[in-house]
């Protein structure tokens, strides 16, 4: 990458206002994306089973009143000691802003394989508290493509992201949404996985801001800097 030069502010301002027609333009493509994602097609889901903090939790419970739902696909498998580092720098961000999605008529959820003692452990030891269910005993992970058998991975059928790519492990991210009709009948309208993650991460944004960026190049993964927040310094 070229450095960047140091000009007068006439310039600078010159080539400020270059660069904002064309964020003005992905502004305008971004809201007709939206308006495209809004408008797909739904396909009916089952009520799921999953295990909360006090006992069963159906999918239609999680809604809590709302119409929509968002689940985060929480990377965190049965025998992990914790969850994943990279999901727990997007819960960071997710974690607070859930009581605003609330009063849009939106619930928000996470849910894990590991069980849910210890999703309730995690949970407290980050300080969080969003919703969190266990999907151990039921389908929900494999059925939206983000948890795979040991087999899956070696006969190369753990397809992720709808079939663009292999998966890495056992345990993948992604994000679904729901509505809820009001006869009751749960829509699955959408989910997005991999990149399509970036735009949920604040802090991914506000990194785009500066001048190093991201500053992940060279490194052995993009987000082998990320740490737990409680980790950083140790």
């Not at 919703?131 to 493509?145: H, I, L, T």
């Not at 753990?158 to 009948?185: C, D, H, I, L, W």
């Not at 949920?200 to 190049?217: I, Q, S, T």
């Amino acid at each position: 990458m070229t450095k960047p030069r140091v000009v007068s502010r006439e310039e600078w301002i010159e080539a400020r206002k270059a660069h904002l027609e064309r964020e003005k333009a992905l502004d305008r493509e971004r809201d007709a994306l939206s308006q495209e994602r809004r408008s797909l097609p739904r396909v009916q889901v089952e009520d799921y089973q999953f295990h909360g903090p006090v006992g069963p939790v159906r999918l239609s419970e999680l809604f809590a009143g709302h119409s929509q739902l968002i689940v985060q696909h929480f990377m965190f498998g049965r025998d992990w000691e914790a969850g994943c580092p990279s999901c727990s720098f997007w819960a960071d961000g997710y974690d607070k802003i859930t009581v605003h999605l609330n009063h849009r008529d939106v619930a928000f959820a996470a849910v894990s394989s590991a069980p849910i003692a210890k999703l309730v452990a995690y949970r407290r030891r980050m300080g969080w508290v969003f919703p969190w269910v266990s999907a151990a005993g039921c389908s929900f992970n494999r059925d939206f493509g983000v948890t795979f058998s040991e087999s899956d991975l070696a006969d190369g059928t753990g397809v992720y992201n709808f079939g663009t790519t292999t998966a890495a492990g056992q345990e993948m991210p992604g994000t679904s949404v729901f509505v809820q009709e009001k006869k009751g009948r749960i829509l699955h309208t959408y989910s997005t996985y991999a990149r399509g993650l970036d735009r949920l991460n604040a802090a991914y944004h506000f990194l785009d801001m500066v001048p190093k960026g991201r500053d992940e190049e060279g490194l052995p993964w993009p987000q082998a800097w990320v740490r737990r927040h409680d980790e950083y310094g140790t």
